[in-house]
């Protein structure tokens, strides 16, 4: 009895480390977006160096929690909810992996945009909006993950369609002073890339949401379509 | 207790007499009778003893007769007072509660492991905690930033952390961790934005003031040595002399603009009762604008006959600033029109363009002293970095507020609204403009 009582508040234990990682990565992932989205609004890119260089320590935490997770699972044969929060941990890790990267791409484009010293395009402010949006979209993901709060998960999914849309509408806009103009190609292009990092930024949190909601109520709603 | 015992030797008497009268086995069966029916009788108060300590409360707290009156008296009594207690205790941490609330600074108590015990309303907006659902939560999953995670596993708590609030743009936090009562922790959030702006802003003002006298500092001191040593014709010699006597006017003018804003600063507020004539000023300063366009804008008046009382040195340099501002930033062709009207028992004086405009971004600092929207567009007009702040002082000095509007590329609008304490009914001089 004794043992099971001891063995049953480690297990605890490991989850509560594991939640308690996985959001610390968050928390960094998160910093990573905003600042690369600051230093492409701002033109200041000595963060540039800063951002691609931390994206090492987003890639250590992926590793380190893998390594958690198969411990957990080899050691404790976790069932039930356990079971779906470690197997949803690993998804939303891999989630929070690529966002590092889409960080990582918007910095370094937005020091190619300022070097070429052109960010006269009209509405390039817009882009900071949408990916105000998206990252608030990501801190949302990962409250209702600590709070496992499925209605604010399913607000994050919804929010989604509006970031598409606003990406779309983005990109319109670049296409036509592209037409305009075409000296500003080379810029708008890269614009479009950093919009396109913005927009799956979006996706990954509203895929980090879905896994939230997998974990809190065993329903798999990924692919739902229109009913999610 | 002894009370019992004595009712229990009373009964023995009748008993011990019965057994002599008629024989000792009906002396006994009577004691046993007599001592069965007592006990029968605890049986019953102890049930009922037992029953109410399933669910105590004061109310009904069992009586019973004889030694049991006394023990369930003394239960009532001890049940109240502890009830009475309890509610004591209830208010003061409710009052304890609410002196926490009242705080103003954020506040949030951790456990030994940084887990939530109790957080205030501010802490809850600036940090994004809710307590119905964050109770027990491990503070580092919701408030998630790198700085600090780290600074709470650090453990150096020697001094506050500077944090940006996720929620807020453009908010500072000032946080500090307090250790209190063996490993407890107390969070303590204070919202430092309007310091640190005004901290920056000092800084920026005095590095600006340096700067914006060393260029043309520089540029004089540059000339004269060129002047000094070398043999120069006459005529570059006065091309320099020309230059120099530039400089050293942007100098003068930046200096003259400084003066003006440490006057309007420390100066007692303007007189209520002195009229200036709007009308009159506003024609002077078209033409003043006229002469600075050199006819490569159209500049409309449109003024209603209400004065202002209030200091007309202020007033001029004000509208004075505002006008020459449309006209150095409007390209040649374009339109301004400046207007002063009645709405209501207010009045609208306003300078519209159809120039440049200015970005959303730069509209909220541009009375920050030296803050330009443009640099390089700026100096080459001549501005001082100053105009705006000097516009902001002397109108706010007539209870009159700047409102801007613009959009980049569809010129700009400049407004300030005067309140009814400041005009006359009519003004005084009833030349038609």
Partial sequence: MNESVHLSKQFDEDLTGLRTHVLEMGGLVEAQARAAIHAYASGDTAAVKDIVENDYRVNGFEKIIDEETIHVVAKRQPTASDL???????????????????AKKIAKGARRVHEHGQLTLPRATDVRHVADEAIAMLHQALDSFARLDVVKAAEVIHADTKVDTEF?????????????????????????????????????????????????????????GKEA | MIQSLALSFVFAIPSFVLGILVSPAWGLAFFCVVLALRQLKSLRYFSRLENWTRDPSAQD???????????FARLHRHEKEMRAAIARRDVELQQVAAAGQAIVDGIVTLDTDNRIVWCNIAAGNQLGLDLRSDRGQPIANLVRQPAFVEYLAVGDY?????????????????????????????????????????????RDFVANVSHELRTPLTVLSGFLETVRELPLAAAERDRYLAMMAEQSGRMQSIVQDLLTLSTLESSPPPP???????????????????????????????????????????????????????????????????????????????VTDNGIGIDARHIPRLTERFYRADLGRSRETGGTGLGLAIVKHALSRHQAKLDVFSAPGSGSRFSALFPATRLTAESSCAKPM
């Fill in chain 1, 84 to 102: 779906r929060l470690v197997m949803g941990i690993t998804k939303i890790v891999t989630d929070l992996e690529r966002i590092g990267d889409e």
């Fill in chain 1, 168 to 224: 779309k509408a983005l990109v319109r806009q670049l296409i036509t002073y592209m037409m305009e103009d075409p000296r500003t190609i080379t810029t708008a292009i890269d614009i479009v890339w950093i919009c396109r990092s913005v927009e799956r930024i979006g996706d990954h949190a509203k895929n980090v949401a879905e896994h939230v909601i997998y974990i809190a109520e065993g329903r798999d709603i990924r692919h739902a």
């Fill in chain 2, 61 to 71: 707290v069992p009586e019973g007769a004889g030694a049991w009156d006394e023990v």
């Fill in chain 2, 158 to 202: 020697s001094r506050p952390l500077r944090l940006s609030s996720v929620r807020d743009d453009g908010q500072v936090l000032s946080i500090h961790i307090l250790p209190y009562a063996g490993g407890d922790r107390l969070v303590q959030v204070r919202d430092v934005t309007q310091s640190e702006r005004l901290d920056q802003m000092r």
């Fill in chain 2, 272 to 350: 209520g009762t002195e009229l200036v004539h709007v009308p009159d000023l506003l024609g002077r300063l078209q033409r003043d604008a006229e002469a600075l366009s050199g006819g490569r804008h159209e500049i409309s008046l449109a003024a209603d006959a209400v004065d202002i009382f209030g200091a007309e040195s202020e007033l001029a340099s004000a509208f004075g600033n505002l006008i020459s501002n449309a006209v150095r930033y409007t390209p040649a062709g374009g339109k301004i029109d400046i207007a002063w009207q009645r709405r209501g028992s207010s009045a609208e004086f306003s």
